[in-house]
């Protein structure tokens, strides 16, 4: 049962779409006040459109969805009512996804937006003659919301959440710039677009020349040394109707590694640079998270969910496990290629740091907290390690040095937890604040 404004053609008339069980969707003709004056069709005719010769423009039934190479029972057709006839007739009708139709320059012609080719685009079509050609040739851009003023002159329209406005008369298309002082309250540098929206991850690589970005289930690159237009932007490296996730770079820049379920469950997958070479590394009904390549490359260490870390030698591809110990939520590598840092909740659901050892015959928990510990970070040297600490909504980043030949260095091996927390330092706490501006945290100063 629904009621809605689905357009407003003259000022004393507004039409409104009704749905009722068993009666099926309807549109009526009201006036200001509110009082039905007449049914005017059996259908759906939300966000119609208007022209001069009493004719409205809208969409059929069907799904919403940008999705470029869609067909099916769900695609969208373009519809014309005539007022004068009662007569409805289909303008544009195939298996493809058409939808925002707008009315152009003259009664007879019309735009909308449509994957008809493989890409969503503009289309332009001229009823009387019924030809059409694509007025826009956007690769990789999602173009969507298109309008047009009153007199058919000028379209807006949204490509990738930019703003767009094509000149019907000239036949060009100008981008529109949009600045906004509150945008950048934070920074005095501009924020630069390199992707669309839905990302879970993005893992830059080690030379900073390209990004890896998870998005709705498929892998993206960015090339960060090229231009951001719209033919590298950005490449899909997966493109496959399973689930890609969890990706982490190697040292090297070359191979990356990601968990996928193209092959049935989550196992890991590696791949190089160009997309092009790939290979599965694991496969078993366990659910792989939580990688990362050690410095060297040599290694790639994982974890199977929830409790158990694995060692892959990325040279023979042999694997140890080294660590079983639920549940487990953060694994990083450190510099000397020696330990690595995890975190995980004990029986009381206290989350704690632990350092662990390659082979898996040391581990240490470094944090001994009564809150909760997580993010644990190496510095570049590997002699420090840094984490988060959230003790009664209280957060603060906490750093041991495990260099004992440092005065305020400790040794992870000796047995004694009241020096190793003693040796904890404070480095910058919120006390229970919003932070306000994060560039005036000094590291060495609580």
Same mark, same amino acid.
């Given at each position: 049962?629904?009621? @809605?404004? +689905?357009?407003?053609?003259?000022?004393?008339?507004?039409?409104?779409?009704?749905?009722?069980?068993?009666?099926?969707?309807?549109?009526?003709?009201?006036?200001?006040?509110?009082?039905?004056?007449?049914?005017?069709?059996? +259908?759906?005719?939300?966000?119609?459109?208007?022209?001069?010769?009493?004719?409205?423009?809208?969409?059929?039934?069907?799904? *919403?969805?940008?999705?470029?190479?869609?067909?099916?029972?769900?695609?969208?057709?373009?519809?014309?009512?005539?007022?004068?006839?009662?007569?409805? *007739?289909?303008?544009?009708?195939?298996?493809? #996804?058409? #939808?925002?139709?707008?009315?152009?320059?003259?009664?007879?012609?019309?735009?909308?937006?449509?994957?008809?080719?493989?890409?969503?685009?503009?289309?332009?079509?001229?009823?009387?003659?019924?030809?059409?050609?694509?007025?826009?040739? &956007?690769?990789?851009?999602?173009?969507?919301?298109?309008?047009?003023?009153?007199?058919?002159?000028?379209?807006?329209?949204?490509?990738?959440?930019?703003?767009?406005?094509?000149?019907?008369?000239?036949?060009?298309?100008?981008?529109?710039?949009?600045?906004?002082?509150?945008?950048?309250?934070?920074?005095?540098?501009?924020?630069?677009?390199? @992707?669309?929206?839905?990302?879970?991850?993005?893992?830059?690589?080690?030379?900073?020349?390209?990004?890896?970005?998870?998005?709705?289930? *498929?892998?993206?690159?960015?090339?960060?040394?090229?231009?951001?237009?719209?033919?590298?932007?950005?490449?899909?490296?997966?493109?496959?109707?399973?689930?890609?996730?969890?990706?982490?770079?190697?040292?090297?820049?070359?191979? &990356?590694?990601?968990?996928?379920?193209?092959?049935?469950?989550?196992?890991?997958?590696? %791949?190089?640079?160009?997309?092009?070479?790939?290979?599965?590394?694991?496969?078993?009904?366990?659910?792989?998270?939580?990688?990362?390549? %050690?410095?060297?490359?040599?290694?790639?260490?994982?974890?199977? &969910?929830?409790?158990?870390?694995?060692?892959?030698? #990325?040279?023979?591809?042999?694997?140890?496990?080294?660590? =079983? #110990?639920?549940?487990? +939520?953060?694994?990083?590598?450190?510099?000397?290629?020696?330990?690595?840092?995890?975190?995980?909740?004990?029986?009381?659901?206290?989350?704690?740091?632990?350092?662990?050892?390659?082979?898996?015959?040391?581990?240490?928990?470094?944090?001994?907290?009564?809150?909760?510990?997580?993010?644990?970070?190496?510095?570049?040297?590997?002699? =420090?390690?840094?984490?988060? =600490?959230?003790?009664?909504?209280?957060?603060?980043?906490?750093?041991?040095?495990?260099?004992?030949?440092?005065?305020?260095?400790? %040794?992870?091996?000796?047995?004694?937890?009241?020096?190793?927390?003693?040796?904890?330092? =404070?480095?910058?706490?919120?006390?229970?604040?919003?932070?306000?501006?994060?560039?005036?945290?000094?590291?060495?100063?609580?």
């Amino acid at each position: 049962n629904f009621d @809605g404004l +689905y357009c407003w053609p003259e000022d004393e008339k507004l039409y409104i779409g009704t749905y009722r069980d068993f009666k099926g969707k309807r549109t009526y003709e009201i006036d200001q006040r509110g009082k039905i004056l007449k049914k005017v069709l059996d +259908y759906n005719m939300f966000k119609a459109k208007k022209n001069g010769k009493g004719e409205y423009l809208f969409v059929s039934e069907g799904v *919403d969805t940008s999705r470029r190479k869609y067909t099916g029972s769900a695609s969208k057709n373009i519809l014309v009512f005539d007022e004068k006839s009662k007569k409805i *007739d289909y303008k544009v009708k195939n298996k493809y #996804m058409n #939808m925002f139709p707008v009315w152009g320059e003259s009664d007879n012609i019309i735009y909308y937006i449509s994957n008809k080719d493989g890409t969503v685009n503009i289309w332009r079509k001229n009823l009387s003659k019924n030809s059409e050609r694509k007025i826009t040739n &956007f690769d990789s851009r999602e173009v969507q919301w298109l309008y047009s003023s009153p007199n058919g002159k000028y379209l807006s329209f949204i490509a990738d959440y930019e703003p767009f406005v094509y000149d019907t008369e000239e036949e060009k298309i100008k981008r529109i710039d949009i600045e906004i002082d509150a945008d950048y309250h934070y920074t005095n540098k501009k924020l630069k677009k390199i @992707g669309f929206s839905g990302f879970k991850e993005a893992e830059i690589s080690k030379d900073g020349k390209n990004i890896l970005f998870a998005c709705e289930g *498929d892998i993206l690159k960015n090339d960060t040394d090229k231009k951001n237009d719209d033919k590298v932007y950005p490449k899909n490296m997966t493109d496959t109707p399973e689930w890609e996730r969890d990706i982490v770079w190697s040292p090297n820049n070359q191979i &990356f590694a990601y968990v996928s379920t193209k092959g049935g469950t989550f196992d890991i997958h590696i %791949s190089d640079v160009s997309g092009k070479h790939t290979k599965r590394i694991t496969d078993n009904k366990e659910i792989e998270t939580l990688l990362d390549f %050690s410095k060297s490359g040599r290694y790639l260490a994982y974890c199977k &969910f929830p409790q158990t870390v694995i060692i892959h030698d #990325m040279k023979n591809h042999k694997e140890k496990k080294i660590l =079983e #110990m639920p549940y487990l +939520y953060d694994l990083n590598w450190g510099p000397n290629n020696k330990y690595l840092l995890i975190s995980r909740s004990n029986i009381n659901y206290n989350q704690d740091v632990y350092i662990v050892s390659r082979d898996g015959k040391f581990k240490r928990n470094i944090s001994l907290s009564s809150g909760d510990c997580f993010n644990p970070k190496w510095n570049k040297e590997g002699d =420090e390690i840094y984490w988060i =600490e959230n003790k009664f909504g209280n957060y603060s980043i906490k750093k041991i040095n495990i260099n004992p030949e440092n005065k305020d260095g400790v %040794s992870i091996k000796n047995d004694d937890d009241f020096i190793l927390n003693e040796k904890q330092k =404070e480095v910058y706490s919120t006390n229970g604040k919003e932070i306000q501006d994060f560039s005036l945290i000094d590291k060495d100063q609580s």
